[in-house]
């Protein structure tokens, strides 16, 4: 399944409160289709202002390596955040062991093409 419709079918059925996307830097999303490749994947600064907006749960979509993982591990338990992954690319990757240090909730892996940024949906 392409990266994109996965984000899709999961706002779809998630109907989440805000989008994030990510990589150098945060930016609110009205739409999936307003993600642009830019840079690394910088998650603590995205968290940090999730944690402000007081979310039920973070579903965090994301096909690179998080740059700044031990902030964001740190984050989520200070915090005390529900973070769910999907992780677009292999499950048996460096990035997926990376992204285990940071999510703390469920997380699935899928093979699709590049999604080129990362983003974060909140739930209530």
């Not at 990589?23 to 202002?49: C, N, Q, W, Y």
């Not at 402000?52 to 979509?61: A, K, M, Q, Y």
């Not at 690319?89 to 093979?111: F, P, Q």
Request: proline letters at 3%; charged letters at 25%.
């Amino acid at each position: 399944m392409h990266a994109r419709a996965t984000v899709r079918r999961l706002i779809d059925e998630k109907r989440p409160a805000y989008i994030f996307g990510f990589s150098d830097s945060l930016m609110k999303l009205e739409k999936v289709s307003d993600i642009h490749p830019d840079g690394g994947t910088f998650l603590a600064e995205t968290l940090r202002e999730a944690a402000r907006l007081n979310p039920g749960r973070l579903i965090l979509v994301t096909d690179g390596a998080i740059c700044d993982a031990e902030s964001c591990a740190k984050i989520v338990q200070d915090e005390m955040l529900i973070v769910d992954a999907i992780f677009i690319g292999r499950a048996d990757s460096a990035d997926m062991d990376t992204l285990r240090r940071v999510a703390n909730g469920t997380i699935r892996s899928v093979t699709a093409p590049q999604l080129g940024d990362a983003v974060l949906l909140l739930t209530r």
